[in-house]
């Protein structure tokens, strides 16, 4: 019996002993269904190093791998900044991986991780990105008509501070007769408290040279949240209270106190070859006069190469209960470029 006890304590303290052996080794796991474990050194030049008990150390090439895990933080290095930073990568779906640094965690593609290293991992450096769309269409029948639709969208990040501006400028003109002219600016500033909880400050403005409803001017500011943005997309909403003031062609004006939604959406699909996109406000006055106004975009834009782009969008426009209600419909599709 004490020869039983004795054994078993033994056995309990070998086994406690090889516990975090086993709890500490890396994962990884390989895209014909395989599984390693060891110790992951290095992750470079499109190569992982793991070391192993039962082989050494291995060098696995990283279009291989799956996803995987890491029990220690490993370093990997910023091609931009040319600093390392320890991160620690978390198991996701098959091609993905979760990568957590000191501030922050992210989704990240495992055909995208170079974009991640080379990507601005330090939050004190300026992050810009953007997309210029072009389109036009010229036909030549028994009418003529020239159609011209130009959009700018780009974001700045630095720290806690986020900057989004966009403008559009649209025109058609059929024979003699000018359709559509008008010109959008939008200006937005975010100040992020956490990770997802935000605090918004918008501007937009529209001038419209055809309709009578001319001079569009939306002033808000309110919390906002961020439900993801990561590798695989975006999405974001605020509420926002403020003024709507409305101009029109004989220079007499209306002003409204009211509350608006903002949305801001992006999803990558086809590994990031193409790009669901939608954003906009919808308000509603807080007086008598029941303002409604919608102003939204829903598209896609297709990948030619890392720069250029093709894309499709529906643009609408709606405002009710003003002296003009205007219903403005605007389909574009054209080349673009995007940056970041």
Known sequence: MRTTVIKFFAYSFIL????????????????????????????????????TDYAGVLKVKWKSVST????????????????NYPVYFTPYNAGYVVIKTSEKKEIV?????????????????????GNIDAGVNLKNSSTSTDDYNLSLNTKL????????????????VEESNVNTDNYSFRYAIDYLFEEQYFWQ??????????????????????????????????????????????????DRRDSHLGATIHWDYQRYLMDKSVTLYSNGETG?????????????????????????????????????????????????????????
């Open 157 to 172: 990040k630095k720290e806690k501070w986020r900057h989004d501006i966009s403008a559009t400028y649209n025109r058609e």
């Open 109 to 129: 593609s495992v055909k995208r991780i170079d974009e991640f290293m080379q990507s601005e991992v330090r939050t004190d450096q300026w992050d810009w990105t």
């Open 16 to 51: 406690f002993l090889a516990l975090p052996c086993i709890v500490q080794a890396d994962t990884v796991w390989l895209t014909n269904g395989d599984r390693l474990s060891g110790t992951v050194e290095s992750l470079s030049d499109g190569i992982l190093e793991l070391k």
């Open 68 to 83: 995987m895990q890491t029990e220690s933080p490993i370093l990997i290095r910023n091609n931009k900044t040319q600093e």
């Open 201 to 250: 400050s918008r501007l937009s403005y529209k001038r419209d040279w055809v309709e009578d409803l001319s001079r569009q001017l939306l002033i808000g500011t309110g919390p906002g949240y961020q439900l993801w943005d990561d590798d695989t997309g975006a999405f974001s909403i605020s509420l926002l209270g403020g003024a709507f003031s409305y101009g029109y062609s004989d």
């Open 284 to 340: 509603h006055s807080l007086d008598n006069d029941g303002v409604i106004s919608v102003d939204a975009e829903l598209g896609l834009r297709y990948a030619l190469t890392s720069w250029s782009t093709f894309h499709i969008g529906y643009h609408r426009n709606i405002v009710k209960g003003t002296r003009d209600t205007l219903d403005e419909r605007i389909f574009s599709t054209g080349l673009g470029m995007t940056w970041k």
